[in-house]
């Protein structure tokens, strides 16, 4: 069985796990991105979430990539149209992720109510990811990659080992970062996970239920086009 060792290994494709590779390998770490699905990008590629509120995250890596994406002709878009539409930045007001205050022309209750949003072509969102963390030259990508087994504690990770076509490789790191979508990592590892919509008292959230509810489950299925 191959080995290899990395600064860090990110499992998981999709927006946490292409922001945290690109990041780390952007300071010169030396990373690896395992993605199961046959392209990186998570349910934004696979299962038609191909929009985004901007205004809840539309700084840093996602605005870089928004701007990329911009330059392609019929790659992406931001609603509502109109004359003037919006633009981009525009968005970001309405948290007041501009600056430290909220612009009172772009009100919270026109985000949390959906009203600013950005639509792109999925393969394009893909490919201009992918672009961004080859051009870092510190992170290997691997496709069709899935994780089977890991070892270490609830606390520290030491070693996976994952399957693709060609075999399977057992890959050390100094840091793990668990981006995927059932958190099988951190599950295998023996960490705490938890079902559905945690109660309010859990996190001290003032919008969640007063008593946990593990059977409300947001829908997810790869969409093909």
Not at 65 to 85: E, F, Q
Not at 110 to 135: H, S, V
Request: glycine letters at 10%.
């Amino acid at each position: 069985m191959e080995k290899s060792h990395y600064h860090l290994v990110v499992a998981g494709a999709g927006a946490g796990g292409i922001a945290a590779a690109l990041a780390a390998s952007r300071m010169g770490a030396q990373t690896l991105l395992l993605e199961k699905e046959p392209q990186i990008g998570g349910t934004m590629v696979a299962s038609g979430v191909s929009c985004w509120e901007a205004s809840a995250s539309g700084t840093g890596i996602a605005c870089e990539l928004y701007h990329r994406m911009a330059s392609i002709p019929d790659a992406t878009m931001i609603y509502p149209t109109g004359s003037p539409a919006p633009r981009y930045e525009d968005t970001l007001r309405c948290s007041g992720l501009e600056g430290t205050f909220k612009d009172p022309n772009y009100p919270y209750e026109d985000f949390i109510t959906g009203r600013y949003g950005l639509i792109f072509e999925p393969e394009i969102l893909a490919a201009t990811a992918m672009r961004a963390l080859e051009e870092t030259g510190s992170c290997a990508v691997m496709v069709n990659a899935d994780i089977v087994d890991a070892s270490g504690t609830s606390k520290v990770a030491k070693e996976i080992v994952y399957r693709t076509q060609g075999g399977e490789c057992r890959v050390t790191a100094d840091y793990f970062i668990d981006s995927s979508g059932d958190a099988f990592l951190c599950q295998r590892l023996g960490c705490e996970a938890m079902r559905g919509a945690d109660a309010r008292k859990t996190f001290d959230e003032p919008d969640a239920p007063d008593l946990p509810v593990s059977d409300e489950l947001n829908g997810v299925s790869l969409i093909y086009r």
